[in-house]
């Protein structure tokens, strides 16, 4: 019985530790989301860049077409690994779900034992009682 009981803590401490697995992921994702911002930000930049009319960007056009590509690489890349991070977050926050019902489950058990048991308890001390009554009676 005392394992049972143990077994609710147990999942308890489990469930912490996958919450905090779960926020880990979350922030991990949300670097990455911040880092295509500024990707996408600096490719907006280069647009501007090349269609400018300002002689001296023409100069650079080619830099800029160049920097344009590296930055859609990057882009796309960072948009797979937000993908993958994204799976990430669902895996872990359903592995905490899952693991949060399981305690639940136990908890509820553990209860229901007590319960059982108290009521076991209190009838062996009704029964109890009355023969002993009996016995005094005599």
């Not at 280069?46 to 400018?52: D, K, R, T």
């Not at 859609?72 to 937000?82: A, F, N, Y």
């Not at 993908?83 to 399981?102: A, F, N, P, S, Y």
Request: charged share 30%; net charge neutral.
């Amino acid at each position: 019985m005392a394992d049972e009981q143990n077994r609710s803590k147990k999942l308890k401490r489990l469930v912490s530790v996958q919450r905090h697995m779960e926020k880990m992921a979350e922030h991990e994702l949300a670097a990455t989301t911040q880092h295509r911002a500024e990707v996408a930000q600096s490719m907006e930049v280069v647009i501007q860049a090349i269609g400018s009319i300002d002689p001296i960007h023409r100069s650079f056009s080619q830099n800029y077409a160049e920097r344009f590509g590296r930055l859609t690489i990057k882009d796309g890349q960072l948009e797979s690994i937000q993908q993958i991070q994204e799976m990430k977050v669902l895996r872990e926050r359903t592995k905490g779900d899952r693991l949060e019902e399981h305690m639940k489950k136990a908890r509820e058990q553990e209860e229901r034992q007590a319960s059982d048991q108290a009521i076991y308890d209190l009838l062996e001390i009704t029964f109890a009682a009355p023969a002993s009554s009996k016995v005094q009676s005599s």
